[in-house]
């Protein structure tokens, strides 16, 4: 039998993400992030592409963003509560990491692989922060999806895609838990 990491194994099966207009200040700074980045760039990746990259999102540019949320939106015809709903994510963060999918061409590794990877380093990266304390959420929303806002935003390239937000910050509440899946409604065993 296998010796658990008891540790690991009760942090997963209670880690619960914190509500990113509930965190504040103080912020992971720069040696810490980093840090916490490693440990999101461990993640599977077939064929040692690397198909996926970060752009860590400071205040001065997060609040940029939420200006550019304004302006997209508007030029997008989004109603309005939802343009401002989008602001208040960037306008009110102190920190987040934008976790950009970037597909690599490959003959071996299809592109929704790719992605999938991508994804997966957003629960690492979280999963990390919250490992080492900090309040992490993962979030998207319409802004990340839209061309104009992550080509003229985030600086990206046509093949890249925002696989997910995650902010940053120290907790300041406690978040209520949440109903948890009925493991047996979602689960197949195959036994023969």
């Given at each position: 039998m296998?010796?658990p990491?008891?540790?690991?194994?009760?942090?997963l099966?209670?880690?619960?993400s914190?509500?990113?207009?509930?965190l504040a200040?103080?912020?992971?700074?720069r040696?810490?992030?980093?840090?916490?980045?490693?440990?999101?760039?461990?993640?599977?990746?077939?064929?040692?592409?690397?198909?996926?990259?970060?752009?860590?999102?400071?205040?001065?540019?997060?609040?940029?963003l939420a200006t550019?949320?304004?302006a997209r939106?508007?030029a997008?015809d989004?109603?309005p509560?939802?343009?401002t709903?989008?602001?208040?994510?960037?306008a009110?963060?102190?920190?987040?990491?934008a976790?950009?999918s970037s597909?690599?061409?490959?003959?071996k590794?299809?592109e929704?692989?790719?992605?999938y990877?991508a994804g997966?380093?957003?629960l690492?990266?979280?999963?990390?922060a919250l490992?080492?304390g900090w309040?992490?959420n993962?979030?998207?929303?319409?802004?990340?999806h839209?061309?104009?806002?992550?080509?003229d935003g985030?600086?990206?390239?046509?093949?890249?895609?925002?696989?997910?937000?995650?902010?940053?910050g120290t907790?300041?509440?406690?978040?209520?838990?949440?109903?948890?899946p009925?493991l047996a409604?979602?689960?197949?065993?195959?036994?023969?």
């Open positions: 296998p010796a990491n008891q540790a690991a194994l009760d942090f099966l209670t880690r619960r914190r509500p990113a207009k509930t200040a103080p912020v992971p700074d040696a810490t992030l980093e840090i916490l980045l490693t440990a999101a760039a461990r993640t599977p990746d077939h064929g040692k592409l690397e198909p996926w990259r970060f752009v860590v999102l400071a205040k001065p540019a997060l609040t940029r550019l949320v304004a939106g508007a997008l989004i109603a509560d939802k343009i709903k989008s602001q208040a994510e960037y009110n963060a102190d920190l987040a990491v976790v950009i597909p690599k061409p490959s003959e590794i299809p929704i692989e790719q992605v990877s997966a380093v957003c690492a990266l979280l999963n990390a490992a080492a309040g992490a993962w979030l998207s929303g319409w802004p990340s839209d061309r104009g806002f992550i080509r985030l600086g990206l390239a046509d093949h890249e895609t925002v696989a997910g937000l995650i902010h940053l907790e300041t509440c406690a978040p209520p838990e949440r109903p948890r009925d409604s979602i689960t197949t065993w195959i036994d023969t």
